[in-house]
Nanobody, 118 residues
Framework: QVQLEESGGGLVQAGGSLRLSCAAS????????IGWFRQAPGKEREFVGR??????YYADSVKGRFTMSRDNAKNTVYLQMSSLKPEDTAVYYC?????????????WGQGTQVTVSS
């Protein structure tokens, strides 16, 4: 069955960097829109970024600090996070859905914890 698996989370100091991975099986990431979301304790899930076709979109809160990339050979999407802030602390999820103008995500990963210390 289709699976998405995030990895790369951990503990990092404020101002540091982390790269999250989203590895897919039985789904080709280049044929789907990939979304990144995060959820902090006691808060609602928050949109982080979306890569659909040739277009990338980032939430204002992370724009200029986070960058999505892809390795088609590994069928993996990455979220490079730089200049991290304590408010970036959350569980980060990747999701996949139809490419295009639809904003539907059919598949979700299990999440990976990112903790930014001050």
């Amino acid at each position: 069955q289709v699976q998405l698996e995030e990895s790369g989370g951990g503990l990092v100091q404020a101002g540091g960097s982390l790269r999250l991975s989203c590895a897919a099986s039985r789904l080709t990431v280049s044929n789907y829109a990939i979304g990144w979301f995060r959820q902090a304790p006691g808060k609602e899930r928050e949109f982080v970024g979306r890569w659909s076709g040739m277009n990338k979109y980032y939430a204002d809160s992370v724009k200029g600090r986070f960058t999505m990339s892809r390795d088609n050979a590994k069928n993996t999407v990455y979220l490079q996070m730089s200049s991290l802030k304590p408010e970036d602390t959350a569980v980060y999820y990747c999701a996949a859905g139809p490419s295009g103008i639809q904003l539907r995500y059919n598949y979700w990963g299990q999440g990976t914890q990112v903790t930014v210390s001050s």
